[in-house]
């Protein structure tokens, strides 16, 4: 199983990008995707994850201007992040907990960067 991320960018802080992930593989079912980031020096944090039935959360910072989705069909998760700020800065990794030949487990993207900076 692969997680490929693909969005990540430079903008300016008030702008929007997109990130999308999509899971491949041998698959037999997808249950959680959510997206996480990290600075360096610091730990990896949670952004949002979202249920295979479109339960969703967020972590503090991104609250009201991050939006997570998926499409089921395609094993893909997405992630709008309007209103960017500076602090935003960090490489996003996407996760998925898959069911693969009967093994349930994490898998993790290697990362995209995104910078928001003017």
């Known amino acids: 199983v692969q997680l490929q991320a693909s969005g990540g960018g430079s903008v300016q802080p008030g702008r929007s990008l997109r990130l999308s992930c999509a899971a491949s593989?041998?698959?037999?079912?997808?249950?959680?995707m959510g997206w996480y980031r990290q600075d360096p020096g610091k730990q990896r944090e949670l952004v949002a994850t979202?249920?295979?039935?479109?339960?969703?959360n967020y972590g503090g910072p991104v609250k009201g201007r991050f939006t997570i989705s998926r499409d089921n069909a395609k094993n893909t998760v997405y992630l709008q992040m309007n209103s960017l700020k500076p602090e935003d800065t960090a490489v996003y990794y996407c996760?998925?907990?898959?069911?693969?030949?009967?093994?349930?487990?994490?898998?993790w993207g290697k990362g995209t960067l995104v910078t928001v900076s003017s």
């Open positions: 979202i249920s295979r039935g479109g339960s969703t």
């Open positions: 593989g041998m698959i037999s079912i997808v249950n959680d």
């Open positions: 996760n998925a907990n898959v069911l693969s030949a009967l093994t349930l487990r994490d898998y």
